[in-house]
């Protein structure tokens, strides 16, 4: 990165579209402020305030102040020049020419996969979410998970990514290095501290509005080989990464959910209208971005899931019809027990594996 190519973006006018129209004509930032002012007019056919401003190089002592600041927060800036710079983005008509990151750039060129939803998930969502990462870690080799860094599915990404020890990127709406939401702080430490990487494309002197959220998801959307809105309501944001997703005609997929449910309702819909591919595995998912083609064949396995439980933690057990998760006064009445015995079950159901504790004191079976 040079200092022309921050100063470039820094120019007050220029826009995504305009940065990436004089790079096309020009080949360079460098050489975008060598052109002398007719000559911007004439080949890129700017306005004549814009073309006059370039020429005048006024924003490089801007670019320099936003240099020294990102040393002073050890953010890297990255060009659409660099080798470094992610070449799926590069693919997109709407590329940022910076990006700001702080920790790994190269996890930005990963085998990467994009996972977004609901910030309201439910306890499905979460597992499925878990469990489709989980899968997917243990057969693709060199993968990246990129999310939001948002409440509900977009830590559930990061967290399951963390979990399977798979790098992850968070994309975010503010100028680093804070973080939005600020309650996700640690985390967002915890992704740097393993391989992973926090990404912007907003400069510091960027002042806080919603509608960069938007401009995020194109950059979440963009950064994967596909996209997996995990739930989603009827309106909800993620549907705008789907979008972005298609686009750019990058795979979108979606978990079903029940039709009842209304964080499915986004979901479901993107399956209806055919504008998503039904997933409920990591090898639909590896198959619907054919990364089967080159990964190595694994024979199937048989997992022993017998627990030696008491004829009473089997009872209990048998309460849990479906996946759905039960209270304890519903495990009450489905099972006739006391409050003190059935805790004691449920503790030992939980330290065996067989069920786990959920918000809202709700228990799942895992089994």
Same mark, same amino acid.
């Given at each position: ?123 499905? *969502? ?27 599915? /977009? ?7 963390? %979990? ?18 600020? $309650? ?25 509005? *919603? ?14 080989? *596909? ?7 009827? !309106? !909800? ?8 997703? /298609? ?18 309702? !986004? ?9 998503? $591919? %039904? ?9 619907? %971005? ?33 996946? /759905? ?12 027990? $006391? ?18 504790? %959920? ?9």
């Amino acid at each position: 990165m040079k200092i022309e190519d921050l100063a470039l973006v820094l120019t007050r006018g220029l826009g995504t579209k305009g940065v990436a129209h004089l790079l096309e004509v020009f080949g360079s930032a460098t050489a975008v402020f060598e052109a002398s002012e007719e000559e911007l007019i004439r080949r890129a056919e700017l306005r004549p305030e814009l073309a006059r401003a370039l020429s005048r190089r006024e924003a490089l002592a801007v670019a320099e102040r936003e240099a020294e600041y990102c040393h002073r927060h050890s953010i890297r800036v990255v060009a659409s020049t660099d080798e470094e710079y992610p070449v799926l983005l590069r693919e997109t008509d709407d590329f940022p020419h910076i990006l700001y990151v702080r920790g790994d750039v190269g996890a930005l060129s990963r085998r990467s996969i994009s996972f977004v939803g609901t910030r309201r998930m439910t306890p499905y *969502g979460e597992r499925a979410c878990s469990e489709l990462i989980a899968g997917l870690a243990a057969r693709v080799p060199d993968l990246c998970i990129v999310s939001g860094l948002a409440f509900g599915i /977009d830590s559930a990404a990061h967290r399951a990514a963390l %979990l399977n020890s798979v790098p992850t990127v968070a994309v975010v709406a503010n100028p680093l290095p804070g973080v939005t939401p600020t $309650q996700h702080t640690s985390l967002a430490e915890d992704i740097i501290a393993h391989g992973g990487a926090i990404v912007s494309e907003l400069p510091s002197s960027t002042r806080q509005k *919603g509608c960069y959220y938007i401009s995020r998801n194109r950059l979440i959307a963009a950064l994967g080989c *596909g996209t997996v809105v995990v739930e989603s309501h009827a !309106g !909800g944001g993620a549907l705008t990464t789907a979008r972005f997703a /298609d686009d750019y005609n990058r795979s979108v997929m979606a978990l079903p959910g029940r039709i009842t449910d209304s964080a499915s309702a !986004g979901t479901n819909h993107l399956i209806r209208s055919r504008r998503a $591919q %039904l997933v409920a595995s990591a090898e639909d998912i590896i198959s619907e %971005l054919m990364w089967d083609l080159d990964l190595p064949a694994v024979a199937p396995t048989t997992i022993d899931t017998t627990l030696d439980l008491t004829p009473d933690e089997k009872g209990l057990l048998c309460c849990f019809r479906t996946s /759905d998760p039960l209270s304890v006064g519903e495990l009450m009445e489905l099972s006739g027990m $006391q409050s003190g015995e059935l805790s004691a079950l449920l503790m030992s159901l939980e330290l065996a594996g067989a069920v786990r504790l %959920l918000p809202g004191n709700m228990y799942e079976k895992l089994m």
